[in-house]
């Protein structure tokens, strides 16, 4: 502000002169207070909108927006936020270096084991501004920031000299060539398991990894990467395979399906595919089996493909109330046992509750939550522990529910949506209320909807899978690759040494060593043992 940081004796003598400059100064102020208010009010309305969107992800009506979609909302008001606070931090240093402050206490720690680069940074005098004795350090601050390299694409020149005899000049001894993914191809396994997991895990498509290889002056085009994935899902199947007995062998699986267009160039355009997933989660109730799910594809989504693909099954299948399992249930062996998901009927409820005046919708809804409320505090229990539990404190109110459930429907007209979703209920209630009866239950089938979600990203980057070969090679390496996720393996590291192991003769009698939870214990002992 004008007249502020002058000394006394520069101001001037004169009174109108002094009372302008003033008048000038409180107006600087004011419009630095109006500015500052206004981004405050700014900052304050972007913070409720973020507080109802997490409403919106972590309440109890947690289906008002598409998970994917939420958070794209999130990171858009997110952003806008931290302009706002850019815009302060310019205007009000002194509020700056508290905030910075702050964002230090709750940044939380970077990890171990990533590389440190040490820069020191020293004054351009260390003589002392006094007497210009030479200083000595007394102590040092020291911070740290994420730094990033560059994708860093490099060349393998292997060399393999040969060696021959002087003496005899008839011997000539070579290392032998060591074993490739694709021969005479040019990417390690590492390359191709990078292009694997950004196209299954982080839903890059083959065309845009071509634009960026380009983009470092690597001539390999879309056609080049999949010549490599088409490799190494052939190279995979056989653990893919062994994948799915094993979740076939568990004794509580979860199934699901979702829509897998496919290309039909006979017709030119797609045709209906389906991808059907068969999911493992024993931790809720402290099962030893390692989570785990692999998917199918199949040409459609009717009870023959449903049929195939749990053949030989015996155990408890979750799902959702689709015909098909009811007639795979149905089957003659009478192998298998259906439990119905709770999600599924709580969000038929939701869709009427969120049109407005729904009051049986909304009661339906909290007395579903209520089960919920249970389920939280046993979860992590055993078997026995969770079915005590439910026994005493959910079988009552189930019971309830079903006869309030009965009463409502005599009440509604038989042709409202609202008598549909009660009837839905009641139909499938031996299904719904097996839980009850058995703590390896779960209350739905969440475990296997969030292992489709990635199928979901990956159908509406890639529209279609071009042919149902290529669909089946979609499932092997979206299987491992989701597999490895539910374990907490990196799955680029798991598949750079599966797909080396494979390719050097992995022998058919150890594949069990390269399921993602054995090859996570293994690696997880070599560290501990280095």
Partial sequence: MIGVSESTDQLPTDIATLQALLLQARAERDAVLVERNHLQSHNDRLQHLLRQLQRAQFGRRSEKLDPDQLHLAFEDIEQAIAGTEADNDKRDPAGARA????????????????????????PDDTHCPCCQAPMHVI????SQRLDVIPAQYRVIVTHRPKYGCRACEQAVVQAPAPERLIKGGLPTEAMVAAVLVAKYAWHLPLYRQA????AQGLDITRTVLSFWVGYAAAELMPVYRRLRELILASAKIAVDETVAPVLDPGRGRTKQGYFWAVARDDRPWGGTDPPAIAFSYAPGRGAVHGLKLLEGYRGIVQCDGYAAYKKIAAAPSGAITLAFCWTHLRRRFFDIAKGGDAPIASEALERIAALYAIEKTIRGMSADDRRRVRQDNSKPLVASLKTWLEQQLVRVSGKATIAEEIRYGLNHWDGLIRFLDDGRIELDTNIVERGIRPIVLNRKNALFAGHDHGAENWACIASLIETCK?????????????LTKLVNLWPASRIDELMPWAWAAEHSTNKLAA
């Fill in 99 to 122: 905030r910075a402050a702050k964002r230090r206490v709750n940044r939380g720690a970077l990890p171990p084991h990533l590389p440190r680069i040490h820069v020191t940074i020293g």
């Fill in 139 to 142: 102590g040092e601050e020291t």
């Fill in 211 to 214: 634009q960026m290889l380009t």
């Fill in 486 to 498: 539910l374990t907490g393996v990196d799955p680029q590291a798991y598949l750079t040494d599966v």
